[in-house]
């Protein structure tokens, strides 16, 4: 039988807010399993102790935050009107059914006032990290590291052409103390003494955003842009580190020195990194070969000019330090010049009447040259633990970890765009969403851990259980074969 339906909603119900939460809800894991309490210390020395209006809790306004990168909620007046009428997400606040829910402009003026020029966000995330490794889902083992492009709130075609200063790499110090050494090996007397002044050139500078990178990639859209150079731990993909530069910062310059401050900041004992072929230079392979790092990097295609010998065809004796030509006529050390490369040149007496001449150089002296980096043999051991059985496991784990990460972060929580303007405010984007990403994480492996993830209890013990076994079984085997993974 077919009733008339009778109006409910002005009907009075005695209920709590905690049962209208289900119990598999996201909040209630995340609430169980990460202490938030920390951040009102973090902030405290930001307010007033005792003069002015009562302030929103700075624990609810930045869970109220983490709210909306969780669910991919880009507009705080909209995240706003969803705490309002969402129970889950009052339950999680503290808030009372009847309870006035805070203006979006609060959230904005803190950010613009309070919360500017401090460090609070990074802060916030490195707590969240350190919760992750008390918890024993970060061993800082294998780290992997990407970048990925956020598009700068800004037009493309509206820009200034200036002159502006390439970033510099942070280990041109230490190539300048190399290259006086390789120098002085070979018997040659040290360059002139000369300031490292960064590169000139003329770059595209936003009207709207000036902090952005104007970006061009092969592959990549054209435009501005802002680079998230991210960390993930190999363990449970838990993210490390979020470090924010314009779009046109090579991912090379940026790498050792968010490399030292992981290891530092979390006292991780990083063993083996992981990363593609844009961090595939001399000065990363020494970096890492200088902190007792194997690393494993893609392989990056050299440029080759069209009916000319490739570099691979000339042959290194490391013995005799020379290059062999595929005639078999050698290239002798002739100098290291200030980029770090040493200049190995043939014979042009010899060469005038090779046959190989046409397809080996254009030069007006018939003088082949031939480059190796100070830093060469580092590079290559790189490239040789590619190839290797176990560096070919480390390597494909990639994709399953940051590369995953960041597919992750643009599909659901809105990791596409840049919400705000400036790096700072980027930066900031970038470390809440990373931090939210941990918080999800964090919360879904503890419930199930601790089986109150809707499966039955006999069984999660038996899960977590076998999961302690297995990383027993897995810290043995390091023990006796560091070198496998």
């Known amino acids: 039988m077919l009733k008339p339906p009778t109006p409910s909603q002005t009907e009075l119900e005695m209920v709590t807010i905690t049962s209208l939460v289900p119990s598999d809800h996201l ?21 007033c102790p005792d003069n002015g209006r009562p302030a929103l809790d700075p624990v609810v306004l930045f869970k109220t935050l983490f709210i909306g990168y969780l669910f991919g909620i880009r507009s705080e007046r909209q995240l706003m009107r969803e705490v309002e009428v969402n129970v889950a997400y009052r339950w999680f606040l503290g808030l009372r059914l009847t309870d006035k829910v805070a203006d979006a402009s609060t959230l904005s003026q803190n950010r613009r006032r309070r919360f ?40 493309k075609n509206k820009y200034d052409l200036a002159m502006a200063a390439k970033s510099r790499a942070d280990y041109l110090d230490a190539l300048d103390q190399a290259i006086d050494a390789d120098r002085a090996a070979h018997g040659k007397g040290p360059l002139k003494a000369k300031e490292r002044e960064p590169e000139v050139k003329e770059t595209k500078i936003s009207r709207t955003d000036p902090d952005a990178g104007y970006m061009v990639r092969d592959g990549k859209p054209k435009g501005f842009f802002y680079l998230d150079h991210r960390t993930v731990d190999s363990r449970h993909a838990i993210i490390t580190d979020s470090f924010v530069t314009p779009g046109n910062v090579h991912d090379s310059i940026p790498y050792l020195a968010r490399l030292d401050r992981q290891r530092q900041r979390f006292d991780l004992d990083v063993r083996y990194v992981g990363l593609d072929a844009g961090y595939s230079t001399a000065g990363i392979a020494k970096g890492l070969e200088d902190r007792g790092i194997e690393g494993v990097i893609g392989y ?7 009916g000319y010998l490739r570099k691979r065809d000339f042959k290194y004796d490391r013995e005799v330090d020379v290059y062999r030509c595929p005639e078999g006529l050698e290239l002798r050390y002739a100098t290291t010049n200030r980029e770090g490369y040493r200049e190995y040149k043939s014979d042009p007496a010899l060469c005038r009447t090779c046959p190989l001449l046409a397809s080996c150089t254009s030069s007006a002296n018939h003088t082949k040259v031939v480059t190796r980096h100070v830093w060469q043999d580092a590079k290559d051991h790189i490239h040789e633990n590619r190839q290797t059985p176990w560096g070919k496991k480390v390597y494909a784990r990639r994709k399953e970890t940051v590369e995953r990460s960041f597919a992750d972060a643009k599909q659901l929580h809105g990791h596409r765009y840049a919400r705000l303007r400036g790096l700072a405010k980027v930066t900031e984007q970038c470390l809440l969403a990373a931090a939210a990403q941990n918080i999800k994480k964090i919360a879904t492996i503890l419930a199930r851990w601790r089986g109150t993830d809707g499966l039955g209890p006999n069984r999660k013990r038996f899960i977590h259980a076998l999961n302690c076994l297995i990383s027993e079984l897995l810290a043995a085997f390091r023990l006796f074969h560091p070198a496998a993974i």
């Open 27 to 47: 909040l209630r894991k995340i609430d169980a399993a990460l202490d938030f309490t920390f951040i009102r210390d973090r902030v405290a020395h930001l307010y």
């Open 116 to 155: 500017r020029d401090s460090t609070v966000y990074q802060d916030i995330f490195d707590e969240i990290v350190l919760q992750a490794v008390r918890a024993g889902l970060v061993d800082g083992m294998v780290l992997y590291t990407d970048s990925t492009h956020l598009k700068a709130n800004a037009n």
């Open 300 to 306: 990056s295609r050299p440029t080759h000019r069209q």
